[in-house]
């Protein structure tokens, strides 16, 4: 997941639109916008801000992995359901 998707997302997740995060950035909401388009990326102080914001650090926003309490949690709880399955020797 790129850095413009997870913005995105943590966005929609929190019920927030552009211009109300744009306005705890200190950001116009053109800035936002652009950021979740992937046509621009958002500077080291608005990186700072946006983790705070939104409560992730700055290397989970900007890896190439999923966020936690996104889609990887979600894989790793049925992979571990598919694990206790199997260990009971029930069909998968």
Do not use: N
């Not at 053109?30 to 409560?55: H, M, N, Y």
């Not at 966020?67 to 359901?81: D, S």
């Amino acid at each position: 997941m790129e850095l413009h998707e997870k913005l995105q997302a943590l966005r929609r997740q929190r019920g927030c639109t552009q211009e109300e995060l744009s306005r705890r950035l200190y950001v116009s909401r053109t800035a936002v916008s652009k950021w979740e388009s992937g046509r621009g990326i958002p500077g080291i102080d608005s990186l700072k801000a946006i983790s705070q914001v939104f409560g992730v650090s700055i290397d989970s926003l900007l890896s190439g992995e999923e966020l936690l309490g996104g889609l990887l949690l979600g894989f790793a709880l049925v992979a571990l359901y598919l694990a206790a399955l199997r260990a009971l020797r029930l069909p998968v």
